[in-house]
């Protein structure tokens, strides 16, 4: 099993970045897909998840109505497009792997069993 991230960079206040979470070695199926963040000095913070089967989702409030997530199972990819960045958005992103029980609302790193490196988003001037 194996998770990789894609599509971090450095981007203004008020653009948009879209992220890639590649699954391999295994297939999609139905699974749940976190996405996390870890800024420095903070706590891991989950703020998306998508049920890789039904598609259902779920968002942190600090996230709701400027990130979507969503999956093309048929590339084993995970997306999350993110719109309206803010400088509090800057993080390192990972996604991560669970059984579709814990993709909730509240969305917990515990259950995850299996993560990607994080790829860096920089929201700046």
């Known amino acids: 099993v194996q998770l990789v991230e894609s599509g971090g960079g450095l981007v203004q206040p008020g653009e948009s970045l879209r992220l890639s979470c590649a699954a391999s070695?295994?297939?999609?199926?139905?699974?749940?897909i976190g996405w996390f963040r870890q800024a420095p000095g903070k706590e891991r913070e989950g703020i998306s998840c998508?049920?890789?089967?039904?598609?259902?989702?779920s968002y942190a409030d600090s996230v709701k109505g400027r990130f979507a997530i969503s999956r093309d199972n048929a590339k084993s990819t995970v997306y999350l497009q993110m719109n309206s960045l803010k400088p509090e958005d800057t993080a390192i992103y990972y996604c991560?792997?669970?059984?579709?029980?814990?993709?909730?609302?509240?969305?917990?790193?515990?259950?995850?069993?299996?993560w990607g490196q994080g790829t860096q988003v920089t929201v700046s001037f």
């Open positions: 998508i049920r890789t089967g039904d598609g259902v989702t």
């Open positions: 991560a792997l669970a059984s579709p029980q814990y993709c909730t609302e509240n969305l917990f790193p515990d259950p995850y069993n299996y």
């Open positions: 070695g295994f297939s999609l199926g139905y699974f749940a």
